[in-house]
């Protein structure tokens, strides 16, 4: 069994996106319908901008699947931008005689500028292209053939919204009733909160503006002991928290408690070991502040990412700036772009920690085909039960 990866290639306007997941063992159920499903919730939220009318996503899988179900081999996707013919010109990969018109504004808060000077480029478009959150596409698709894999051992991943600007959900709602997350404009847990996130949107679009905020998602029936302590790139929260930040806006990244955390005293932080029922495998806890990891490794509870976006760089009434060029002032590029992505972002966010908990859970139970990693996954959970009751309640 080799080591799981994925890789992703294309530009915002070019052809389209490809990715290519490889590791994943042979046997697994894919479901193109939970693709689709994703695919759209990543498309969706009150703020998003006009090119979400254009795109309508898909993902094609092109290899590793026959039947519906993984044959081990590396699986490929491609995802159709709908909008290629406007771009033909602009985004040739054969040189053209055409009259090309180059970005030479920089953005403040993109790739713009540190891009063009690492690549010696004289083409804002170049690095702008692929510094685009179009490229997170590519991962929700990815994302949702991880969920296939981890259905197979009931574990799920879910998102939503905490914050839009300085506006927060009801820290006193404890239960999240995921069904209204899904219903909900800005994936938003709580109804009163959620007017007040949509008319700050409103006010930000009519000022030209755009908004951040925070996201969270949540794993639950990950087993414990994914990760180790053993080294700081085997962490499972250090890896979690790398795929987290490696998503456009992301500016912050907290596990369980987090900042907050900081604030309070050890007897209020960590999380009391509950005598376990004949029923419970394992030990459970009366809170969780760890959000489901300690010592670098998952500790059975669920594991839970809290997410800071920032702002989208890119905005209707554009920041002053600098042309590439001259030197000379001017204001930024204008490129179609959004008013706030916190909801699509927390889907790319679950998409994230399902590859992340797909690498460990396939790092810690293998297999070439995935009746051999159930059942390996079975005998471990067998044996910890065996342990805990060899221990005692």
């Not at 063992?25 to 759209?40: R, T, Y």
């Amino acid at each position: 069994m080799g080591i799981f990866r994925f890789l992703t290639a294309g530009e915002s306007h070019g052809k389209g996106l490809v990715a290519i997941i490889e590791g994943l063992p042979a046997g697994i159920l894919i479901n193109e319908d939970l693709i689709v499903c994703d695919m759209a919730r990543r498309q969706s939220g009150y703020g998003r901008g006009e090119r979400m009318k254009i795109e309508r996503d898909s993902a094609e899988i092109i290899s590793g699947v026959r039947l519906g179900l993984t044959i081990g081999s590396p699986i490929s996707l491609f995802i159709e931008n709908r909008d290629w013919d406007n771009w033909q010109q602009i985004m040739s990969v054969t040189p053209t005689d055409e009259q090309i018109t180059t970005v030479t504004a920089f953005r403040p808060g993109h790739a713009d500028l540190a891009g063009v000077m690492k690549y010696g480029l004289d083409d804002i478009r170049s690095v702008l292209e692929r510094a685009s959150a179009r490229e997170t596409a590519s991962r929700v698709a990815v994302g949702s053939i991880c969920r296939c894999f981890l259905n197979e051992f009931a574990i799920r991943v879910q998102s939503h919204t905490v914050a839009i600007g300085n506006i927060k959900v009801n820290s006193d709602i404890i239960a999240i009733d995921w069904e209204q997350v899904e219903h909900s404009p800005l994936r938003c847990n709580d109804a009163d909160a959620e007017k007040k996130m949509i008319a700050a949107i409103d006010d930000a679009q009519k000022a030209g503006d755009s908004l951040g905020g925070i996201f969270e998602v949540v794993a639950t029936g990950v087993p414990p002991g994914l990760g180790s302590h053993i080294q700081w790139d085997r962490k499972l929260n250090s890896r979690i928290a790398q795929a987290m930040m490696s998503i456009n806006a992301v500016k912050g990244v907290e596990i369980g408690a987090g900042f907050a955390a900081s604030e309070r005293k050890g007897s209020q932080v960590h999380d009391v070991i509950e005598p376990a029922s004949e029923e419970q495998y394992w030990w459970k806890r009366k809170s969780n502040n760890a959000g489901g990891i300690e010592g670098g490794m998952s500790n059975g509870e669920p594991v839970v990412v809290r997410c800071a976006i920032k702002p989208i760089p890119t905005l209707i009434k554009p920041l002053d700036s600098i042309d590439m060029l001259t030197g000379e002032a001017i204001q930024s590029h204008i490129e179609r772009s959004d008013i706030c992505v916190v909801p699509a972002a927390g889907v790319v966010g679950e998409a994230m920690l399902a590859i992340v908990l797909t690498e460990a859970m396939l790092e810690k139970f293998g297999g070439d085909n995935v009746k051999e990693t159930r059942r390996n996954f079975e005998n471990y959970i067998k044996s910890i039960a065996e342990r805990r009751k060899l221990h005692g309640r």
